[in-house]
């Protein structure tokens, strides 16, 4: 999927000669812009990246060293017995699945919800389509973290009519964060429905083609690099989030996901802050994978709703 | 464009799975606090002495009662520096970012890579990592050669949310920003080169103005999410800390008490500041967020 060439790649743009632009002074100076940019950028990425080299730092250093008076930005004696705290928690394998699960399934949906309805938001023209489009917008300022009560109870009574749906079920983390990372999806989805040309629809349509088979043959293609996109968003909001897991998931421990695992070892008097930051490890490297597989995308597709 | 009645039952069709869980997710519980909101619950007296226990309409009390609060505009106040100034640096910073990850040539997916990644972290993860640098005998002191209970209460609380905030969501008006800068075509460069445009003046009169509809966007995206910030200063300072409570951490806190009555004003009142953010903010710079100018124009054309 990441080696899918998007169109809004970027341009390699700068110290790269064009034919309009080869004459020698300017090159030279050009290529010195350049140079400074590129330290410029080092040092950025060395200061934002300072923390996170702390937290593996932490992560692998032995049980004495972790909290010293004098902490060192290195460790002469690197150890993983953080990282063995750490999976001796009862069912951390199981904590680890249950978060791939409701991530995954969090992607999946919304990327087909999203599509057929910026599908719908963008190319069909009905009465409430601007209404519906404030009420996205609108569905992006509740204050979701103050409402978990109603949430709660809303859950438990879907739980009684839908069981997967209830209390203590996956299901149920799925639904809440399918709703709230639709509407951000469905505004970035928008800008890259909207410049497939619409020629492209009505000649699908002189040859004969359904609706649907314009949507799944001819547009959902075209749209999939955006949609690649927006997973980043799903997946990270999806995966990051401590507060749903801590109150929808209330007494069934089998079906806790990996931020709970961190609670452990949070303690009144004395945090582990070494199997902390192992954790914060573990739980950073799949978004990395995830994020470095598609990054190229994700610049690509920003552009798709910023053009919009 | 398909403009029949078949057009709105298709569209309708391909809606119904985004809205129905919209409604469940985002509907029902705004709708549940609002009747809350009215209400009051547990034990209390009237004025005749007697006890009166259950559900009780209320009114707007739990309103008055909110804007009545000391701790009220606390949070209010909070909520709003943070917001202001969070966005405010994560704006420049942002912007900056953008331009140097456009322009970096060497190691260019690296640096991008390394510039995102605080966004794509756990807030969770972010607010332990930033609790384990700010703690009294953590790097930041060390680094800094100070003496400061960073996380405990006070102006350094809130210095510590704003620096993690503004290092964890700079990345995301970066992302937004970069965007924006790969649609300008590089001929508009040429020429303000050719016409003698210093880097700074190409910056101000070229990638500025032109960047100006993503930027907005970001910050439109921005303000949203600084106005209900919740779990960073929840996981780095703590609940029931003064300085950095916000209106959401308030909110949450009331519920927690089982007061769920003031809790649901709490958030009420939240959501219609952040609705009148986002309104005058449209109002003001992005008339045309929406897209619906352009949709308007394209259909009188063709009608």
């Not at chain 1, 063995?84 to 949906?109: E, M, T």
């Not at chain 2, 701790?71 to 709003?80: K, L, S």
Request: aromatic share 10%.
């Amino acid at each position: 999927m990441s080696t899918v060439d998007t169109p809004a790649a970027p341009a390699p743009a700068l110290g790269v000669a064009r034919p309009s632009g080869g004459q020698p002074p300017r090159r030279r100076r050009r290529r010195r812009g350049s140079a400074r940019a590129d330290v410029l950028g080092l040092v950025c990425a060395a200061v934002i990246a300072f923390p996170l080299y702390w937290m593996v730092l932490s992560a692998v250093k032995p049980e004495g060293e972790v909290q010293s008076l004098n902490p060192r930005p290195w460790t002469l004696r690197p150890a993983l017995d953080s990282f063995q705290r750490l999976f001796s928690v009862n069912d951390f394998g199981r904590y680890f699945l249950n978060s791939v699960i409701v991530a995954v399934v969090v992607v999946v949906l919304s990327a087909g919800c999203a599509f057929l309805a910026a599908t719908a938001l963008t190319r069909f023209r009905f009465r409430l389509r601007g209404a519906l489009l404030v009420a996205l917008l609108v569905a992006q300022m509740i204050p979701v973290e103050s409402l978990t009560i109603p949430l709660f109870f809303l859950i438990r009574n879907l739980g009684d009519a839908v069981p997967p749906l209830g209390l203590n079920q996956l299901g149920a983390l799925v639904l809440v964060h399918l709703g709230l990372g639709l509407p951000f999806t469905i505004w970035m989805l928008r800008g890259f429905v909207r410049v497939v040309p619409e020629e492209l629809e009505e000649a699908a349509y002189l040859d004969g083609a359904s609706r649907w088979q314009f949507l799944t043959r001819i547009l959902f293609p075209l749209v999939a690099p955006g949609l690649v996109a927006t997973s980043v968003f799903s997946f990270i909001n999806a995966w990051n989030d401590f507060l749903f897991a801590k109150t929808l998931i209330i007494s069934a421990p089998e079906q806790q996901t990996l931020p709970m695992s961190l609670l452990v070892f949070m303690k009144v008097d004395q945090n582990d802050w070494g199997a902390i930051m192992a954790g914060s490890t573990i739980m950073t490297i799949p978004v990395l994978v995830f994020f470095l597989l598609v990054q190229r995308h994700l610049v690509a597709g920003t552009a798709g709703a910023v053009k919009g | 464009m398909n403009t029949t009645a078949r057009a709105g039952r298709t569209a309708a069709l391909l809606l119904s799975p985004t809205f129905l869980v919209l409604a469940l997710v985002v509907g029902y519980p705004l709708l549940a606090a609002l009747r809350e909101s009215l209400h009051r619950s547990g034990d209390e007296l009237d004025e005749s002495g007697f006890i009166v226990s259950g559900d009780r309409f209320v009114g707007l009390d739990n309103y008055a009662d909110a804007v009545g609060a000391a701790r009220f505009w606390t949070a209010f106040a909070n909520t709003t520096v943070f917001t202001l100034v969070t966005v405010a640096i994560e704006v420049v910073l942002g912007t900056a970012m953008a331009v140097v990850m456009h322009r970096a040539m060497r190691g260019r997916g690296l640096v991008r890579a390394s510039i995102l990644v605080p966004w794509a972290i756990p807030t969770a993860v972010s607010g332990l990592l930033w609790r384990w640098i700010f703690q009294a005998d953590g790097v930041a002191n060390t680094l800094l050669g100070t003496d400061l209970l960073w996380t405990s209460d006070g102006w350094p609380a809130k210095i510590a949310v704003i620096v993690a905030d503004s290092w964890k969501t700079a990345p995301f008006v970066g992302l937004l920003v970069l965007a924006g800068l790969q649609l300008i075509p590089n001929d508009v460069y040429e020429a303000a080169r050719l016409d003698g445009a210093s880097a700074w003046q190409q910056f101000r009169r070229v990638t500025l103005p032109l960047v100006k509809p993503a930027l907005l966007v970001a910050v439109l995206f921005r303000l949203l999410d600084a106005l209900r910030m919740f779990d960073l200063p929840f996981v780095l300072v703590g609940p029931q800390k003064g300085a950095v409570e916000t209106l959401s951490m308030l909110a949450w806190n009331e519920a927690n008490q089982v007061r769920y009555g003031p809790a649901a004003a709490y958030s009420v009142i939240l959501f219609l500041y952040v609705v009148v953010i986002a309104f005058v903010f449209v109002k003001l710079l992005g008339a045309d967020l929406l897209g619906e100018r352009r949709a308007r124009r394209r259909s009188e054309v063709s009608a």
